[in-house]
């Protein structure tokens, strides 16, 4: 529970569009990704309804920031060092019973569909 004055500050990955808009071979990578998370509700929050939830929620919305360009260079990097052993490892079965490969390498795809968001928001103050 936050206290009146407190902010929120939630930062993380997520459909740039509803996920019924997006194409199959995307929901597809997305879905059991989106299902495992923590955070109830993942799939029907996008960036570009978040804020009108957090809004909805009684929050007042400070800031949206899409930080994608900052995540870019390192998900390139990854994705290029790890995906040779991925493809080595799926010749032999499930890449992921030795690493956490499917992450870094298969949901590289849905790149163009997916923005790192940091969405700061304030309980008012009553």
Do not use: C
């Not at 597809?28 to 570009?48: F, N």
């Not at 899409?66 to 040779?84: G, I, L, N, Q």
């Not at 849905?110 to 940091?118: E, K, Q, S």
Request: no cysteine; net charge negative; aromatic share 10%.
């Amino acid at each position: 529970m936050l206290r009146p004055g407190g902010r929120l500050v939630l930062l993380g990955p997520m459909s740039v569009a509803p996920l019924d808009e997006l194409p199959q071979s995307t929901r597809s990578l997305l879905e059991p990704h989106l299902d495992a998370m923590t955070m109830k509700g993942a799939r029907i929050y996008h960036a570009h309804n978040l804020p009108q939830l957090l809004t909805e929620a009684g929050f007042e919305v400070e800031e949206a920031l899409d930080a994608t360009p900052y995540y870019t260079p390192t998900s390139e990097a990854v994705h290029a060092r790890f995906r040779v052993p991925w493809e080595v490892l799926r010749r032999f079965g499930d890449p992921a019973k030795w690493l956490n490969l499917p992450s870094t390498v298969e949901m590289y795809d849905t790149y163009g569909y997916i923005a790192w968001y940091v969405h700061t928001a304030v309980k008012p103050s009553r």
